[in-house]
């Protein structure tokens, strides 16, 4: 199995001032990372965690204010991240929000969905081999979301759902033999973040709401950021170009692809 590492990478993660992003961070700079640069739209919060990783791994991180649902915050912060660091050898699409409440859905999903697919294709056109870069890894990051049918978060889901088409068939053959760009996906389960405080508000529905909020308490097992991180930083070492990876309940980290390509299976035969 091919080994991929992190050491001397210049990492861009969006949604990075706390969190997963925050802990996606400090797992890159412990792994050998040269540069980590965090987006967030939480200035202070990013600002902060900054200083925290710098005086634990030696100035080697930068945040950059940015709304990931506003696309000339987007072009902005990349283009300073360029000048600053010349390279970007891994973006880590982070940033999300679960907010399908009738007015917060659509910057919700503008986060989710259009801001990654944005990241995504301004990184295939700095990395790109065939076209003069350096080769790079893109890991975005779904959720089981995208995996199950639930009537709570509609919304949240379809971006979910939308997240891991989207990254499968860009990373179709012969992209990364053309273009030297990995493209991961990651689908975690219920992690203890802040995307879970207040959940009985971010259904479109205030009944739906307050039953998201019973089974979320009653029936998931939540997972420790540590250990999605973990799962993370192990499937950027491991992972083949395409594949779909799945981390839930603190448990290792497991590829689903051959899971995912089976569900789209027959569908295609019909069609193709």
């Not at 973990?230 to 799945?246: D, N, Q």
Request: proline letters at 3%; aromatic letters at 8%.
């Amino acid at each position: 199995m091919e080994q991929w590492d992190a050491n001397d990478k210049t990492v861009l993660i969006t949604g990075g001032a706390s969190g997963l992003g925050a802990g996606f961070a400090e797992g890159f700079l412990k792994h050998g990372a040269k540069n980590v640069v965090i987006l967030d739209i939480a200035e202070e919060l990013g600002k902060a965690t900054v200083e925290r990783l710098n005086k634990a791994h030696g100035n080697k991180a930068v945040f950059i204010k940015c709304d990931v649902s506003k696309e000339e915050d987007i072009t902005r912060a990349f283009d300073a991240v360029l000048a600053h660091f010349k390279q970007i050898d891994v973006i880590i699409n982070n940033a999300g929000n679960m907010a399908d409440a009738p007015d917060t859905w659509r910057t919700a999903t503008d986060v989710n969905w259009q801001g990654l697919v944005s990241f995504t294709l301004k990184g295939v056109k700095h990395m790109r081999k065939d076209e003069g870069g350096a080769g790079g890894t893109i890991i975005n990051i779904s959720s089981t979301a995208a995996l199950v049918k639930l009537p709570f978060v509609p919304i949240y889901e379809g971006s979910k759902i939308a997240v891991l088409h989207f990254s499968q068939c860009l990373a179709m053959d012969p992209f990364y033999e053309d273009t030297g760009i990995r493209v991961l996906t990651i689908c975690f389960g219920t992690t203890d973040t802040a995307i879970l405080q207040n959940i009985e508000t971010r259904s479109y529905h205030p009944k739906l709401g307050k039953m998201l909020a019973a089974i979320v308490e009653s029936k998931f097992v939540l997972q420790k950021v540590e250990s999605a991180v973990t799962a993370l930083v192990e499937m950027f070492k491991i992972g083949a170009p395409g594949s779909i990876w799945l981390s839930v309940e603190n448990k290792p980290v497991r590829e689903i692809t051959p899971t995912i390509d089976r569900a789209f299976k027959d569908f295609e035969n019909l069609f193709i």
